[in-house]
């Protein structure tokens, strides 16, 4: 798979990048470690080089998991990991409060101080078992800090060489204009599928201009655009995907036949659904990289595969007329 530049930074990123959310089992109603390890051993196999994971996915655990994979050959992959969402004290803003793997209820904060920062990159490359993280970013903006102030201490992370590059996730465009004139600002993680294009009005265009990475989150949907997620679909407990907005029966109804519509041009091309909808998120503009959360090592091959699946212009233009038709059907608030 050839890699992609990551914004200005030196770094070369896979343009299919492992998301690690869903090893982490939190909210995903929990996770097989050894079946996350094989997934992760079968990324390299199959030329995703790139993984990304944060503290909060299962509270230290999606790190750990991954930190147990790349042991032996860590210069073989990019670690992308994240700071700013805190369970271990009451800094910041409140965002929410969840139940862990374990149980156990945990109060969430967004917050980006400093020091915190600069420890949680500690704690981070301990989990990790590594020296440097290739991609740090703030997970979600915290309001009770200025935009400044962590990307201050990212730029002593880059100098102490724990950090490659700087990044940030979830942030406005406006956030993200003030982040990157405090660090060489590489890129924004930011939600992005068929069927959530919101980015595209600001953000795009402005990183197209500005040659900053896009790393486009949950491009399945969670899962939904893989054609599998039918409104009879059981979840495990503690999945939340069935209490978010394109999970409501009638947004299901509505996207699954949309997916019916495109499934005889995934067929046409020799594709899976899951392929043909990673690969159409790779052609829009200013896309970096899909990153992609998958569970085991099947997952991992197919969604890889979706690399070399071509779609010509009327190709994504077919599908972009058959997207505007079914957006104004789904209700999402
Ligand atoms: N920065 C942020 O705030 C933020 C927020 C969300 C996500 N992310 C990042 O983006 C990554 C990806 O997003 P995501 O995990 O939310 O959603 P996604 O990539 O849209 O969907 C991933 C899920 O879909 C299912 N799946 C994946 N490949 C499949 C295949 N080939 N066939 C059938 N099912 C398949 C798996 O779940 P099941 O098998 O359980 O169905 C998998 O966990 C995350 O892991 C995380 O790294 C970041």
């Given amino acids: 798979m050839k890699k992609n530049p990551l914004g200005k930074s030196k770094l070369l990123v896979s343009p299919i990048t492992f998301g690690a959310w869903a090893i982490g089992g939190w909210m995903w109603g929990g996770s097989e470690k050894k079946d996350s390890i094989r997934a992760l051993h079968a990324c390299l196999d199959h030329g995703i080089t790139s993984i990304d994971t944060a503290p909060i996915y299962g509270f230290g655990q999606s790190e750990q998991i991954v930190g ?144 900053c990475g896009i790393l486009a989150y949950s491009p399945l949907q969670r899962g939904l655009l893989t054609g599998k997620i039918t409104a009879d679909h059981s979840f495990a407990p503690g999945d939340t995907r069935p209490d978010t907005p394109h999970y409501k029966r009638d947004n299901l109804v509505k996207i699954n036949q949309f997916l019916d519509d495109i499934r005889p041009l995934a067929e046409e091309k020799g594709a899976t659904l899951s392929q043909l909808v990673i690969a159409w998120t790779l052609r829009q503009p200013g896309i970096t990289v899909a990153l992609v959360g998958a569970r085991n090592e099947t997952q991992v091959i197919e969604n890889a595969g979706a690399a070399s699946v071509e779609l010509s212009e009327s190709e994504v233009g077919m599908i972009n007329a058959k997207l505007e038709t079914l957006k104004p059907k789904l209700e999402i608030e």
């Avoid at 004290?89 to 400093?114: A, H, I, M, P, W």
């Avoid at 590594?130 to 002593?156: G, N, R, V």
């Avoid at 924004?188 to 500005?210: A, F, G, K």
Wanted: aromatic share 10%; with cysteine.
């Fill in 68 to 211: 147990e994979a790349i042991k032996g050959k860590r210069d073989q992959y990019e670690i992308m990991t994240k700071a700013g969402m805190r369970w271990k004290n009451t800094l910041g803003e409140y965002f929410f409060t969840t139940t862990d793997n374990d149980g156990k209820q945990r109060e969430v904060y967004n917050y980006s101080g400093r020091d915190s920062i600069i420890a949680e990159c500690e704690d981070s490359l301990r989990r990790l078992g590594t020296d440097y993280i290739d991609l740090y970013q703030i997970h979600y903006p915290d309001i009770t800090t200025s935009i400044e102030e962590p990307m201050e201490a990212f730029q002593t992370l880059l100098d102490q060489g724990k950090i490659r590059a700087a990044g940030v996730s979830n942030y406005s465009l406006d956030q993200m204009k003030l982040a990157d004139g405090a660090v060489l600002l590489s890129s924004n993680q930011l939600p992005y599928s068929m069927v959530r294009r919101e980015i595209e009005e600001d953000i795009v265009p402005w990183c197209l201009e500005n040659s």
